[in-house]
C-alpha cells in the first residue's frame, strides 16, 4: 500500500487491451515517479507482448495472482466495464488505490455496491477514468463557468462521434459506453446532478449495423439546466469531441479548434484526430500522472467512486428512455457524507 514517504509507485496494469496497452505505454514512457510492476490479462501472450513495452513488469493471468503477489501498490483496472464490479471488490477489499476505466460499471446496482464498499473500507480508493476533466477546454470551460465571467450558464450542446463502432455494439452501448462521458461532463461543468434523460431517434446511417445511430440525448439538471448530445457512433469522418456553452452573455466552444490548419489546391481546413488515444491523449497523460502523484500521498483527486455510480444511474434512465421514448427520471440513492468534501475536480495546473 502507497504511504507519503513513498516515492515510486509500482502500478499492476489489469486489462492488456486497447486502453490497457495504451497506459502501460504512458506509465512506462511518460508518466513520472512510477513503474509498471505488473500486466495482468487472462491472455497471457498479449500481457507479456504489453508488458514488453514496460522493461520488467510480470505477466500475470488475473487479479486473484496479482493481489496474492504483493508486488503493486495501486491497479489500473482496463478490463471490459461488465467486470469491473468484481475486480474493484476485490481490490477495494486488498486496500490498493484504482484508477477504474469508465465506466465504473455498467448499471447503478453494481456501482452502488462499489459505492458501498468503498464507504465499508473507510478511505477513498477508486478513481473513475473521465479523462476529460483533464483536458484542457473542459478544463478551461470549467474555470469560465465558475467564474460567471459570462454570466449564467444556460445551455450545453455536445457532439460526440466516433469514426465506427465494433461490430458487437449495442444501442445499450451507445448509453453507457460512450453518453457515459457526456452525463460526467454534464456534473462535472454545473457541479450539479442531472435528474432525468430523454433520447429521441430519428434517420439512422446506412453504415450503422445493429445500432439505431445517431442518437439524440437530452438531460437535465437540478437546476434546471439543458444539455444535449449528438451521439453517433458510425460518422465514418473521424473522431470529434465538441461541446458548445451558451452563457447570458457569451458562447463558448471546445474541442473544434486545431493546432494544424492546412490551405492547398482549392481547399482548407484542420485534421480530424482518428480515434480517442490522440483526441485526448494529453489528457490522458495528465489523469495518470495526477493519479500517480496523489495515490503517492495517499489521496484520490480526480472523479470518485460518487461520479461513477451517479452516471451509472444516469444511463440506466438513458437505456430506459431509449426503450420507451419517454423522459426518464434519475433515481439516486442518498449521497454518503463520505464523499461530501470530494469535488472530482482536478486541480487546474
Ligand atoms: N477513457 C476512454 O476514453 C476509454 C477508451 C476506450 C476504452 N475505455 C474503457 O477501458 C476499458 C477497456 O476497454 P478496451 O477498449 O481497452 O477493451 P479491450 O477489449 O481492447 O481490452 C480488454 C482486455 O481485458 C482482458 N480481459 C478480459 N477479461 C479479463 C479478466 N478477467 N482479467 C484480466 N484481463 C481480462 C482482455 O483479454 C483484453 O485484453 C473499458 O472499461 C472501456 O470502456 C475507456
Ligand atoms: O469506449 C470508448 C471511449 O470511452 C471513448 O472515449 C468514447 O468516445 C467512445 O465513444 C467509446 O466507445
Not at 170 to 197: C, K, L, P, Q, W
Not at 314 to 335: D, M, S, Y
Amino acid at each position: 500500500m502507497s504511504t507519503p514517504q513513498q516515492d515510486e509507485l509500482r502500478v499492476a496494469v489489469v486489462g492488456a487491451g486497447r486502453m490497457g496497452s495504451d497506459h502501460v505505454d504512458r506509465l512506462a514512457h511518460h508518466t513520472l515517479r512510477t513503474r509498471v510492476s505488473a500486466v495482468v490479462d487472462v491472455d497471457v501472450e498479449r500481457a507479456g507482448t504489453v508488458a514488453a513495452n514496460a522493461g520488467g513488469a510480470e505477466v500475470l493471468s488475473s487479479v486473484d495472482e496479482l493481489l496474492a503477489s504483493g508486488i503493486a501498490d495501486a491497479v489500473v483496472l482496463a478490463t471490459p466495464g461488465f467486470l469491473h464490479e468484481e475486480a474493484l471488490l476485490k481490490i477495494i477489499d486488498a486496500g490498493l488505490p484504482v484508477l477504474c476505466e469508465k465506466p465504473l460499471t455498467p448499471d447503478p446496482e453494481s456501482a452502488l455496491r462499489v459505492v458501498e464498499a468503498e464507504v465499508a473500507a473507510g478511505r477513498q480508493l477508486i478513481q473513475v477514468g473521465f479523462m476529460r476533466r483533464f483536458d484542457a477546454g473542459y478544463r478551461r470551460l470549467k474555470e469560465t463557468i465558475d467564474s460567471a465571467e459570462l454570466g449564467e450558464l444556460l445551455m450545453l450542446h455536445h457532439q460526440h462521434r466516433n469514426p465506427e463502432a465494433p461490430a458487437e455494439f449495442t444501442d445499450e452501448m451507445v448509453i453507457h459506453d460512450s453518453v457515459v462521458h457526456e452525463f460526467d461532463a454534464v456534473r462535472y461543468f454545473t457541479g450539479e446532478e442531472i435528474t432525468n434523460v430523454s433520447v429521441r431517434i430519428g434517420r439512422t446511417t446506412s453504415r450503422a449495423g445493429t445500432v439505431r445511430d445517431p442518437q439524440h440525448v437530452t438531460v437535465q439538471t437540478q437546476s434546471g439546466l439543458l444539455a444535449d448530445v449528438e451521439i453517433f457512433v458510425n460518422a465514418q469522418i473521424g473522431y470529434q469531441v465538441h461541446t458548445q456553452a451558451t452563457f447570458e452573455n457569451g458562447l463558448v466552444k471546445i474541442g473544434e479548434g486545431s493546432e494544424f490548419e492546412l490551405t492547398t489546391a482549392g481547399r482548407s481546413g484542420h485534421e480530424i484526430d482518428a480515434g480517442f488515444v490522440t483526441r485526448f491523449r494529453d489528457a490522458y497523460d495528465l489523469e495518470v500522472q495526477q493519479w500517480v502523484d496523489a495515490t503517492l500521498h495517499g489521496r484520490i483527486d480526480g472523479p470518485s467512486a460518487w461520479d461513477g455510480y451517479a452516471t451509472a444511474a444516469c444511463c440506466a434512465a438513458g437505456v430506459a428512455a431509449q426503450r420507451n421514448g419517454t423522459i426518464e427520471h434519475v433515481e439516486l440513492a442518498p449521497k454518503p457524507s463520505f464523499y461530501s468534501s470530494h469535488t472530482g475536480s482536478p486541480a487546474l495546473t
